[in-house]
């Protein structure tokens, strides 16, 4: 299997450690990890990416200590956009399904299923809070992007603009900005105290500036 990024080959290793703890064959692991790579490298990926996958597997490493079950959370972070389509509504709920089947096979224990199966479902964008705190946890880590320094934001923001490229621009830029400004009305858009300390105020800013940007630029 070729590798042809570094944070493709650290999703890998760590999935393959996952897998391993609860028992999966080697054939069960490259099969897997096949699927993953397929998956996550499909060129319509520009955001939801292997590195995406990546990121949030660090930023759970970061905050690991607040984690109940890493395990769970990182069965999640690897299933949770498995199945994307910018043109479907029912990615996380596909996911999810996606990830029970495998993890059966898999014979993973039927709570971890269930519990990854919960996070992944949690992450539609209409959700916010929890009172899974590892929910919690894993909605923060996906959204940390929203926080990130402004360079690294304005990528972000054309990377998605790239998934949805074919929607013409007017109903784009009104969607997009509908759902930054749902993000800008939340009391808070991070759960933990650290995550929101540090990353709260840049992500309003930068959604903030983003919602301008949409106001009078023509894609």
């Known amino acids: 299997m070729t590798v042809k990024h570094e944070w493709t080959r650290r999703v890998l290793e760590r999935w393959r450690e996952l897998l391993i703890h609860y028992g999966v064959d080697d054939e069960g692991v490259e099969a897997s990890s096949h699927a993953i790579i397929t998956a996550y490298t499909a060129a319509s990926r520009h955001y939801h990416n292997m590195r995406h996958v990546d990121d949030i597997l660090q930023n759970l490493a970061t ?6 079950n890493i395990n769970v959370l990182t069965f999640a972070a690897i299933y949770h956009d498995l199945i994307y389509n910018t043109r479907r509504k029912d990615n996380e709920e596909q996911s999810a399904v996606y990830a029970e089947q495998e993890m059966t096979g898999f ?4 709570d971890i ?3 990854t199966a919960a996070v992944i479902r949690a992450t539609i964008h209409g959700n916010s809070t929890s009172d899974d705190p590892d929910i919690s946890l894993f909605l923060d880590c996906d959204l940390i992007i929203l ?3 402004k360079d690294l934001y ?6 998605i603009r790239e998934e949805y490229r ?21 009391e808070q ?6 995550i929101r300390e540090k990353y709260e105020q840049q992500a309003r800013d930068n959604m903030t500036q983003e919602i301008a940007v949409l106001s009078k630029r023509f894609f």
């Open 63 to 68: 905050f690991r200590k607040e984690a109940n």
């Open 107 to 110: 014979s993973i224990p039927q």
């Open 113 to 115: 299923i269930e519990s």
């Open 147 to 149: 926080g990130a320094n």
């Open 154 to 159: 304005k990528r972000y923001a054309e990377w």
């Open 166 to 186: 074919w929607v013409p621009g007017i109903l784009y830029r009104r969607n997009r900005k509908r759902l930054l400004k749902q993000f800008l009305a939340r």
């Open 189 to 194: 858009i991070y759960n933990l105290p650290d």
